[in-house]
């Protein structure tokens, strides 16, 4: 008769390995790290490679994740999909004056005047300030000045 025993080297050989199967999962939740200089804006292609005004949407059917490199272009990417207004779509910044730490941008402050990537102007920060404005106006200010000129547009967007 034979007996499957596990031993001791096929349990530890398992504890290495779990790590690993569960990073194979994707992550359906929160933000994630970027490669900076190496991943590229989801609306207008160039290599994301400033920490202090990323931006990240989770969101959609599928809870995919797409990374920006200013707000101003994860703003008009959001705005053309039919799911922007759903409740559970996140919405992420990097912290203008750490440049580590994600902020919901929804309740995230933001300077402006600020040189960023795409020259929309505005860089995320936690806390409110006499020269800050809350997201509605950013969102409003960005929509405004509509998408820069190294953007695809909405159109080619949805082709």
């Known amino acids: 008769m034979c007996r499957h025993v596990i031993n001791r080297r096929q349990i530890i050989a398992l504890a290495a ?5 569960a ?3 994707p992550q359906t939740a929160g933000p994630e790290d970027i490669r900076w200089g190496r991943e590229v804006c989801a609306i207008c292609g160039m290599i994301i490679s400033e920490a202090n ?3 990240e949407v989770r ?3 599928d809870r995919a994740l797409l990374k920006f490199d200013d707000i101003g272009d994860a703003v008009h990417w959001l ?3 039919p799911w922007a207004d759903s409740p559970d779509v996140e919405f992420w910044v990097r912290d203008y004056e750490t440049g580590t730490r994600w902020l919901d941008a929804r309740a995230a402050r933001y300077l402006a005047g600020v040189v960023s990537p ?3 102007g505005f860089g995320a920060v936690e806390a409110n300030g006499p020269d800050t404005v809350g997201f509605d106006e950013m969102h409003a200010e960005v929509m405004e000045i509509g998408l820069t000129w190294r953007c695809i547009t909405p159109e080619e967007q949805e082709t």
């Open 17 to 21: 390995v779990a790590p690993f199967l």
């Open 23 to 25: 990073a194979c999962k």
């Open 53 to 55: 005004f990323a931006a």
């Open 59 to 61: 969101g959609g059917p």
């Open 79 to 81: 705005a053309i999909q």
């Open 118 to 120: 795409m020259d929309y």
